[in-house]
């Protein structure tokens, strides 16, 4: 049986069954928002319809998304209850077309975690340019070494580009400069030479998040892997993507989305000495009272995360994952911060 099915046979086991009293503010990871029938070859967030569905639910459940922001200002006065905010990481033009349309039917508000360096610089993001050179290879297949590692990479077909990229995505977890060499090899192995498009917002589109009430945070400048960097640099990624978004949509940058989640202690020291009020990571788990601020858990709601058989959406699955419920399935087991 596969995880989704499970998942989706013990949501329905599940439903009903509340999470434990008290404050607690769940914080929803997202990332792209897809026209409905899209399919990338590096799936990175979810369709039109399933945001819109999961919109509904959050309305059915009387818990209107809120910002990232108002989640812990919420939290702080330690009132029972639980809130829900919602994040966009990486700043991708769809977040304002698609996202915040759907946002504004539900009178919902976000909070979008930008990249502000490469939306300044109109570059893409490594994954996308890996998936860029899988896609416009002009070999069906290619012989590359990275990282000593000696790779058959296939590319003539759909499933084996999904291979290759599966097999690449942890060969790139490196710092940028090895990273930028690796990709490098990768474009000349496979005979790419055309840039990969930038799908981030521009600037003067970006604007209309933060003038319909969305929050603007920081998401570095590069989207580097922080704890590979040396502190002074990730102070600089943490605070001069901070300064940029100020500069450029007019907004009060007070949050931090830390890139893939990565981070140590010098990115947290860095965090606070840029001045954020708060930081969020990719670990799965809510928000309680006295949550440690530079480190806020989140919880990741892909598709795959609310749809069950047959792809329809699943409002007990996406219950149960807002639950925590799925948890331990994944070893990874929700600790309320404390
Ligand atoms: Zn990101």
Same mark, same amino acid.
Do not use: K
């Given at each position: *049986?596969?995880?989704? +099915?499970?998942? /989706?046979?013990?949501?329905?086991?599940?439903?009903?069954?509340?999470?434990?009293?008290?404050?607690?503010?769940?914080?929803?990871?997202?990332?792209? $928002?897809?026209?409905?029938?899209?399919?990338?070859?590096?799936?990175?967030?979810?369709? @039109?319809? =399933?945001?819109?569905? #999961?919109?509904?639910?959050?309305?059915?459940?009387?818990?209107?998304?809120?910002?990232?922001?108002?989640?812990? %200002? /919420?939290?702080?006065?330690?009132?029972?209850?639980?809130? =829900?905010?919602?994040?966009? !990481? %990486?700043?991708?033009? %769809?977040?304002?077309?698609?996202?915040?349309?759907?946002? @504004? &039917?539900?009178?919902?508000?976000?909070?979008?975690?930008?990249?502000?360096?490469?939306?300044?610089? &109109?570059?893409?993001?490594?994954?996308? @340019?890996?998936?860029?050179?899988?896609?416009?290879?002009? $070999?069906?297949?290619?012989? $590359?070494?990275?990282?000593?590692?000696?790779?058959?990479?296939?590319?003539?077909?759909?499933?084996?580009?999904?291979?290759?990229?599966?097999?690449?995505?942890?060969?790139?977890?490196?710092?940028?400069?090895?990273?930028?060499?690796?990709? !490098?090899?990768?474009? !000349?192995?496979?005979?790419?030479?055309?840039?990969?498009?930038?799908?981030?917002?521009? /600037?003067?589109?970006? &604007?209309?998040?933060?003038?319909?009430?969305?929050?603007?945070?920081?998401?570095?400048?590069?989207?580097?892997?922080?704890?590979?960097?040396?502190? +002074?640099? #990730?102070?600089?990624?943490?605070?001069?993507?901070?300064?940029? =978004?100020?500069? &450029?949509?007019?907004?009060?940058?007070?949050?931090?989305?830390?890139?893939?989640?990565?981070?140590?202690?010098?990115?947290?020291?860095?965090?606070?000495?840029?001045?954020? +009020?708060?930081?969020?990571?990719?670990?799965?788990?809510?928000?309680?009272?006295?949550?440690?601020?530079?480190?806020?858990?989140?919880?990741?709601?892909?598709?795959?995360?609310?749809?069950?058989?047959?792809?329809?959406?699943?409002?007990? *699955? *996406?219950?149960?994952?807002?639950?925590?419920?799925?948890? /331990?399935?994944?070893?990874?087991?929700?600790?309320?911060?404390?």
């Amino acid at each position: *049986m596969s995880g989704r +099915a499970l998942r /989706w046979l013990l949501s329905q086991a599940a439903a009903g069954v509340r999470p434990q009293a008290g404050a607690r503010l769940t914080i929803v990871r997202h990332h792209r $928002v897809y026209a409905d029938g899209e399919r990338r070859l590096y799936h990175l967030g979810v369709s @039109e319809t =399933i945001l819109a569905r #999961q919109l509904e639910a959050c309305a059915r459940a009387r818990l209107l998304p809120v910002t990232v922001r108002e989640g812990c %200002d /919420w939290l702080r006065l330690g009132e029972p209850g639980r809130r =829900i905010a919602f994040s966009f !990481d %990486d700043g991708y033009a %769809d977040n304002v077309t698609r996202a915040l349309p759907i946002l @504004e &039917r539900f009178g919902a508000r976000a909070t979008f975690y930008l990249t502000a360096g490469l939306m300044e610089t &109109r570059r893409a993001p490594w994954w996308d @340019e890996l998936a860029h050179a899988l896609e416009n290879a002009v $070999v069906a297949a290619a012989a $590359v070494t990275l990282g000593g590692f000696e790779l058959a990479l296939e590319c003539s077909t759909a499933a084996g580009r999904a291979v290759a990229l599966r097999t690449l995505l942890p060969l790139l977890r490196v710092p940028p400069a090895e990273q930028r060499a690796r990709l !490098d090899t990768l474009r !000349d192995a496979l005979g790419v030479t055309a840039p990969p498009p930038c799908e981030f917002a521009q /600037w003067t589109a970006a &604007r209309a998040l933060v003038e319909a009430g969305m929050e603007a945070g920081a998401h570095t400048m590069t989207h580097p892997f922080l704890s590979l960097l040396p502190p +002074a640099e #990730q102070l600089q990624e943490l605070a001069a993507s901070a300064t940029l =978004i100020r500069d &450029r949509l007019g907004a009060t940058v007070t949050g931090v989305a830390y890139p893939n989640g990565d981070h140590d202690a010098h990115t947290i020291d860095a965090a606070r000495a840029a001045g954020f +009020a708060y930081a969020v990571s990719t670990r799965a788990g809510d928000c309680v009272p006295g949550a440690p601020r530079w480190s806020l858990p989140r919880r990741a709601l892909p598709e795959g995360a609310c749809t069950g058989p047959g792809g329809r959406f699943s409002e007990h *699955m *996406m219950v149960a994952e807002l639950n925590g419920a799925f948890d /331990w399935l994944r070893g990874n087991r929700a600790r309320a911060a404390s």
